[in-house]
Every structure is written in structure tokens, then in C-alpha cells.
Nanobody, 115 residues
Framework: VQLVESGGGLVQPGGSLRLSCAASGFTFSNYGMSWYRQAPGKVREFVASISIFGTSTIYADSVKGRFTISRDNAKNTVYLQMNSLKPDDTAVYYC?????????WGQGTQVTVSS
């Protein structure tokens, strides 16, 4: 299992970013996918999840209405569109898949929201 995140960077408050997570080593279309984030000095927290066909999504209250999770099963990729970014969104963002009682994580991508 390999998960590779990309798309992070420095953005001003109110700006947007789209994160991508490219998956390999498993049958991507058979598993739900999730995004988490970890800010400096804080525990890793749930951001969003998506079902296998993308018909069901769940969001943390802190990002609801601003972030959108989506997936492209043909490209084995899950996305996180982040709009109206705030300084509190600064964190390393990780994608995750849960397979056979094991969590698999990517290496993360840094998102910094600052003026």
C-alpha cells in the first residue's frame, strides 16, 4: 500500500488549495478514503472521509462548508478541495486508508495559511 499526498503550500487567509492523494498497491475502488491533519503540538485529527463510490461524505465541523472531498476511481486518487482557508487550517495533511484492521498513511503534505 502506498499513499502519496501532494498539493500543499503557502496560501493567504481566504485562499484555496487542492490536495491530491495518489494510491497504489491495493484495489482503490474497494475502500473508503479519509483525510486527516496534524498541527504543530496537536494530535492528528479527522478532516473528511468519502465512501467507495463517492456517494457518501463526512466532514469535521471545523471544515464543513469550506472543504470538499472527492475521488476519481479511474485515477486511484482522492482529493481535498480547501476554500476560505484560515490560519487554523495550518497543518500537515495526510490521507489514510483502512485495510484489514490496519491504517495506512501517506507521508503528508504541509499546508500553511498565513499573510
Amino acid at each position: 500500500v502506498q499513499l502519496v499526498e501532494s498539493g500543499g503550500g503557502l496560501v493567504q487567509p481566504g485562499g484555496s488549495l487542492r490536495l491530491s492523494c495518489a494510491a497504489s498497491g491495493f484495489t482503490f475502488s474497494n475502500y473508503g478514503m479519509s483525510w486527516y491533519r496534524q498541527a504543530p503540538g496537536k494530535v492528528r485529527e479527522f478532516v473528511a472521509s468519502i465512501s467507495i463510490f463517492g456517494t457518501s461524505t463526512i466532514y469535521a465541523d471545523s471544515v464543513k462548508g469550506r472543504f470538499t472531498i472527492s475521488r476519481d476511481n479511474a485515477k486511484n486518487t482522492v482529493y481535498l478541495q480547501m476554500n476560505s482557508l484560515k490560519p487554523d487550517d495550518t497543518a500537515v495533511y495526510y490521507c489514510k486508508v483502512y485495510i484489514y484492521s490496519t491504517d495506512y498513511w501517506g507521508q503528508g503534505t504541509q499546508v500553511t495559511v498565513s499573510s
